[in-house]
């Protein structure tokens, strides 16, 4: 199995690698979540080690760098300090497993092991809100069986809302979870990329709550047709993504 191994390049980092080759596992290691990014490091892995070594600040930051840019393998944060709240917080941002060091090989390997099983055995990649439908693998979505053309910050923007249906979210909310270390979103085009959003999957789906925020609510389908059951019927051209 190949594992992305992200960590200080030292002889510590060197000794861990080797432990988990010995365990079946085949390192591909880089010192940064930036180099891991900017050279595709995730493709074809099947989990993502992140050794912050120290404060658990880091992990957060690149769990959440790497879950923006469409990674989708379990991640497992290594840090020598941290509290139950760095913990909620590196969980929540999308990491799957915590472990405070010192910690065996053993160990880490058998967690990496176990997440990868959880992960091979989730059965579909598509999530349906209403008449809403997402395939976050292909980065794709579909609104009453129909191919949306969206950017790639308004499909992210739309993964926010879908995981958080009929809840309210504030602009700080929205603008937390949409951040990474390396890309930043303004309040000002927050409100121009939700603006885009509702023309395109409808402007009753994305509610303003004055003074709160927004509220994501798609409507109901009563009777789907046999297209709108099967995304595949409407192929989705992903890769035409623009910055917004």
């Known amino acids: 199995m190949r594992l992305l191994l992200i960590g200080p390049e030292d002889a ?10 010995s365990s079946g596992f085949l390192p591909v290691t880089t010192p940064c979540v930036r180099d891991a990014l900017d050279r595709h490091l995730f493709d074809g892995t099947s989990a993502i080690l992140l050794n912050c070594r120290m404060e658990a600040e880091r ?16 991640i497992l944060i290594l840090a020598a300090r941290a509290d139950w709240r760095d913990k909620i ?14 910690v065996r090989s053993e160990e880490i390997a058998a967690r990496l092991r176990a997440m990868i099983r959880r992960s091979a055995g989730e059965p579909t990649n598509q999530i349906v809100v209403g008449n809403i439908q997402l395939d976050l693998k292909a980065r794709c979505a579909w609104r009453d069986g129909e191919c ?23 602009h700080a909310d929205l603008i937390e979870k949409f951040n990474t270390d390396t890309k930043q979103i303004s309040p000002n085009a927050l409100e121009v990329l939700i603006g885009r959003l509702r023309r395109k999957i409808g402007a009753e789906s994305i509610q303003t709550l004055r003074g709160i925020g927004y509220r994501f609510s798609a409507p109901d389908v009563a009777e789907r047709t046999p297209a709108q059951e099967d995304c595949r019927l409407a192929p989705c051209h992903a890769k035409h993504y623009k910055k917004y």
Not at 12 to 21: I, R
Not at 59 to 74: I, K, M
Not at 97 to 102: A, E, G, K
């Open 148 to 170: 949306l053309a969206l950017t790639r910050n308004e499909f992210r923007l739309l993964r926010l809302f879908v995981f958080a249906p009929d809840r309210p979210l504030s």
């Open 12 to 21: 510590t980092s060197e000794k861990l690698a080797g432990q988990l080759g």
């Open 59 to 74: 992990g957060l930051a690149g769990t959440r760098a790497l879950r923006a840019e469409g990674a989708e393998q379990p």
């Open 89 to 102: 917080a590196c969980l929540d941002a999308g990491a799957d497993d915590f472990v405070l060091q010192p």
